[in-house]
């Protein structure tokens, strides 16, 4: 069976008040920041499916019988529909995030469940004992943060932003440029606080605005005074000297991996994800963040620039973006001619998401118009889908 998608939208204060309604013409009658679209059977934010004339949550379409759902190897492997997709429209910068490693969540949820902290408290690290892999496939020009720096590269920024308070710390990292002292390094300035963060943080902000010998530096410098204008005082201020800074060009993609320090900052895209909502918080952002807990889940491996873009693998209409994760694939597929049909087979439990254009999705007898937005969902016990018309599509499965 097929079933189009109801979805819901996530108003988060980040989110743009255009993006979706220009790209997608998705209404915006109040004008409020439409941050998410989700398209998956998360609690919360699950979307409906129309099923014998009234809508049910796709959970419980699930729940009503999983294995035909979501298939025999993804009922068992997972219990769930294992992904969540969604349309991300950031106007304003994310917090800096870091998503622990399964074993480790698992772990986490399990101590903090023992030490009787409530699901929803402020101070809770492990919402669930799942990791949180995600791609970002960029629709606009996408700006965001990756990976540590070459530690060279993070020792000659923090020279260059003439921030003498931490001088002697710079100093060490630059004579010792291994993990340990990365980990030392940031744990140091994460750590600030009272009058020596607003010293630093002040510092940093004297010391930037116009200035870089290279066009790395003038990058990272110009990251902070532009998030100095959302998150003045925070001491992800320094992030940027950290961080890779990069803007993906529409069309391209970025994994981000666990125990990766990651930020998105202005821009459009799709992102997938595994069913998971633990983040662990490293700055921009008034909320809970555990140093320790963080740096515990950190990974203090540089990651050159060059290396962050997820190289595409082309097979004719169908374009793959590979990932090191078993909770989901996704293909772009794009369909030029009118004229064609394509023939997918189906494995598992599938969510199409038409981008552009205008395609038609049947099978057994049913069909499903999508246009720019629309989403479909596919059971897994559905043999294969057509498709006809010209567009293109997201098509994640398992
Ligand atoms: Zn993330």
């Known amino acids: 069976m097929l079933y189009s998608l109801q979805n819901p939208i996530q108003n988060y204060a980040w989110g743009s008040t255009t993006s979706l309604t220009e790209l997608f013409g998705i209404a915006n009658d109040q004008n409020e920041p439409q941050a998410e679209v989700w398209m998956g059977a998360h609690p919360n934010g699950c979307s409906l499916v129309k099923k014998d004339g009234s809508l049910v949550l796709l959970s419980e379409l699930i729940a009503q019988a999983p294995e035909q759902v979501l298939g025999e190897r993804i009922s068992q492997t997972f219990g769930e529909l294992p992904y969540l997709l969604k349309l991300l429209a950031a106007d304003k910068p994310l917090s800096i995030q870091v998503h622990p490693e399964k074993s480790k969540a698992a772990a986490g949820f399990e101590r903090e469940n023992a030490q009787g902290i409530p699901a929803n408290a402020g101070?809770?690290?492990?919402?669930?004992?799942?990791h949180k892999p995600e791609l970002v496939y960029a629709l606009t020009p996408y700006l965001a943060m990756n990976a540590f720096r070459p530690m060279d590269e993070i020792a000659d920024l923090?020279?260059?932003?003439?921030?003498?308070?931490?001088?002697?710390q710079v100093a060490v990292l630059k004579a010792c440029q291994d993990s340990d002292h990365l980990?030392?390094?940031f744990r140091f300035i994460l750590t600030l606080d009272g009058e020596q963060k607003q010293d630093a943080v002040n510092q940093l902000l004297d010391n930037v605005s116009g200035k870089g010998e290279n066009d790395v530096a003038r990058r990272a410098f110009s990251t902070v005074a532009m998030l100095a204008e959302e998150y003045p005082g925070d001491i992800g201020l320094f992030s940027p000297l950290f961080l890779n800074v990069i803007e993906l060009a529409p069309g391209e993609a970025m994994f981000l991996d666990a125990e990766t320090p990651h930020a998105y900052l202005k821009g459009t895209g799709v992102e997938i994800m595994a069913n998971s909502d633990n983040v662990l918080r490293a700055g921009l952002t008034p909320k809970h963040m555990d140093v320790e807990e963080l740096v515990a889940n950190t990974r203090f491996v540089p990651v050159p620039a060059a290396e962050l873009l997820t190289q595409p693998v082309h097979n004719g209409i169908v374009c793959n973006f590979p990932v090191p994760v078993n909770d989901f694939r996704i293909d772009i597929i794009t369909m030029t001619e009118q004229v064609n049909v394509h023939d997918q087979p189906v494995s598992s439990a599938e969510i199409l998401l038409c981008l552009d254009g205008a395609v038609t999705v049947q099978a057994d007898g049913?069909?499903?118009?999508?246009?720019?937005?629309?989403?479909?969902?596919?059971?897994?016990?559905?043999?294969?889908?057509?498709?006809?018309?010209?567009?293109r599509l997201v098509r994640i499965s398992v």
């Open 123 to 130: 101070n809770r690290n492990y919402r669930d004992a799942n």
């Open 158 to 168: 923090f020279e260059q932003s003439g921030c003498t308070l931490l001088a002697e």
């Open 183 to 185: 980990c030392d390094f």
């Open 366 to 391: 049913q069909q499903i118009a999508l246009g720019a937005g629309e989403s479909a969902f596919v059971e897994a016990c559905t043999n294969a889908y057509q498709l006809h018309g010209c567009g």
